[in-house]
């Protein structure tokens, strides 16, 4: 009496998914070898990333409270701290 092997459906699944895996390796389509060269010319920004007019980095001292408030609002709280002091200037006629 002979016996057939039962294929695990998701071992068949993985396998097949090495097998790919495998094949896109040797034709070159993943795991590309980079030169030291490309390296170095990879780091950085890409080029034409960057703004002609770049921000200022400063040191600002807050209270605890309004700074977690503004952190609270989520990424990009800085950038909008920047929009409300624009905005508060050009109420003044300061800018």
């Known amino acids: 009496m002979s016996t ?3 294929i695990d459906p998701d071992m068949a699944e993985f396998e ?5 895996s495998i094949d896109q390796a040797q034709g070159g389509q993943q ?4 030169t030291p060269a490309q390296i170095k010319a990879r780091r950085g920004r890409p ?3 960057t703004q002609a007019v770049t921000k200022e980095p400063i040191k600002l001292r807050l209270d605890a409270d309004v700074l977690a408030a503004l952190r609270a609002t989520g ?3 800085q950038t909008r701290i920047n929009e409300m002091l624009r905005a ?3 109420l003044t006629g300061q800018l």
């Not at 097949?16 to 790919?20: D, F, M, N, Q």
């Open 16 to 20: 097949a998914a090495l097998l790919r």
């Open 88 to 90: 508060s200037l050009h």
């Open 75 to 77: 990424d990009g709280w």
């Open 31 to 34: 795991a590309a070898v980079h």
């Open 4 to 6: 057939v092997p039962v």
């Open 47 to 49: 080029v034409g990333s």
